[in-house]
């Protein structure tokens, strides 16, 4: 499993499965025009995959390739899918990472010198994964073949008690972390913001108004960690929910994806009970650990996932506004993020062919927008930070805009803040090897996205 080493269980492997993983996909038309949305429950997926996914299903479909979003859900109890780009050495992450029993270091955020490495080489069952990206492209061609008159909505609900910001500056200068034992004297400096919203997309029947798809996207790493099982946390538990809250008796349930928002230095971190979950105790047993821990994982994901699946009714139930007509366009456009000095590209990072024409010292990677009427989907690649969300929504055109992180590529980078974040440090701006500026890059490229005309 990716996402976290070690795990409660002393390592990476699943032991058993303790909730399905999907491909989920929901497919718009109106005219000529039409887009395709994926939602599959995994860390993320590299451009390659998407590339093939994309091609995939416009041969089986009239979809066209770049009208094809494939966004995934960040689970960090799912397989690992490909390799992460890091600027930590692997001296670095061996001295860094979480312990096996629940503890953390001081500082995330201490490295000895830019590295050009990377996490999990070889750790994907290839053959798995080419079997993950038949599966999704069948999602796509099945959401194609039972298209059907229908009406769309935008809606939005504050959530509290679920997400929180994981950039937790101390007076010691070291990052909080609530794995971390206190230290007396040491204080909480700043915290970042975050993002309180659930936005949503419906779908329901245009003659009888019966519910039939639902895009959730919601600003967190949405994992709690299973201590040795694949599972989809809160994401898929809570579209579960949603599903059932939101069916009709006379209708098939409702497809419910979820997308991640701007998630980059937000999780639901300090909103677990920690102690219940992730740390052992003096004397216990490894086994009678790991039991005690899955069960504390079985009860928060419930409780988490019961919270973000009311907050996502109440946007439901608030859609102002059905569409039966709505404006379709689908946008994609490559950008160039800049690299951190001294980082230079590693083998075993996954790049599509258009990739390999990026300029020196830079990564280029890509930005996607597919609108609805007075909404639109905005795909974002690896982590962008909560901050550069905001910074979007501040200068969109649109009434509504769902931005979803982890969009169309993950692994050749993964965070993305704002200078700000930078100058402060951190876990996530050492660990990610594109440099200071390349938020800003990114945000401007995406206005320029949005604005035009079409």
């Known amino acids: 499993m990716s996402g976290w080493n070690p795990r409660a269980s002393g390592d990476i492997r699943a032991r058993y499965v303790h909730d399905d993983l999907y491909a989920k996909a929901l497919v718009l ?8 949305l994926i939602a599959v429950d995994l860390t993320g997926v590299d451009a390659v995959a998407t590339a093939q996914i994309r091609q995939g299903a416009a041969e089986r479909t009239g979809l066209a390739p770049d009208a094809i979003m494939v966004c995934a859900t960040h689970t960090h109890s799912g397989p690992a899918v490909c390799p992460v780009a890091t600027t930590y050495s692997p001296e670095d992450m061996a001295r860094l990472t979480v312990r096996g029993d629940g503890s953390a270091p001081a500082s995330m955020g201490e490295v000895t010198a830019v590295s050009s490495s990377a996490s999990w080489v070889g750790e994907t069952d290839m053959a798995w994964k080419a079997w993950f990206v038949t599966r999704a492209i069948e999602a796509v061609e099945e959401a194609w073949g039972t298209l059907r008159p229908a009406a769309v909505g935008f809606g939005q609900a504050g959530v509290e008690g679920v997400a929180s910001s994981r950039r937790v500056l101390m007076s010691d200068g070291s990052w909080g972390d609530p794995r971390r034992e206190p230290v007396a004297g040491v204080d909480v400096v700043s915290r970042t913001e975050i993002d309180p919203l659930v936005r949503v997309f419906t779908v329901r029947e245009q003659e009888t108004g019966g519910p039939l798809a639902a895009v959730i996207n919601y600003g967190s790493h949405p994992w ?10 809160v994401a898929g538990a809570t ?26 230095d937000v999780s639901l971190i300090w909103n677990i009970d920690i102690e219940q979950v992730w740390k052992t105790r003096p004397g216990e047993d490894p086994q009678e650990s790991l039991a005690r821990r899955e069960q504390g994982f079985k009860r928060e994901l419930a409780r988490l996932s019961r919270r973000l699946a009311d907050g996502v009714m109440a946007a439901i139930a608030g859609v102002e506004r059905w569409d039966v007509a709505p404006g379709m366009w689908a ?41 609805a009427g007075e909404g639109a989907f905005l795909g974002l690649p690896g982590e962008p930070f909560a901050s550069l969300g905001r910074a979007i929504q501040a200068r969109s055109r649109f009434r509504h805009l769902l931005i979803c992180a982890l969009t169309n590529e993950f692994g050749a980078i993964s965070y993305i803040g704002d200078r700000e974040a930078y100058d402060l440090g951190g876990y996530e701006t050492a660990f990610t090897p594109v440099g200071p500026g390349s938020g800003e890059v990114l945000v401007d490229r995406v206005v320029a996205l949005l604005s035009a005309d079409g």
């Open 331 to 371: 946008r994609r456009q490559a950008v160039a993020l800049p690299l951190k000095a001294g980082y230079r590209p590693v083998d075993d990072v996954l790049l599509a062919e258009w990739q390999q024409a990026a300029p020196e010292s830079y990564h280029l990677t890509e930005v996607q927008a597919l609108g």
């Open 29 to 36: 038309q109106r005219g000529d025009r039409a887009w395709g």
């Open 239 to 264: 579209a579960d929910r949603v599903a059932e809250a939101w069916a009709s008796a006379e209708a098939e349930q409702p497809v419910v994806l979820y997308t991640s928002g701007p998630e980059g």
């Open 224 to 233: 709690i960690f299973c201590g040795s099982g694949i599972s989809a946390e």
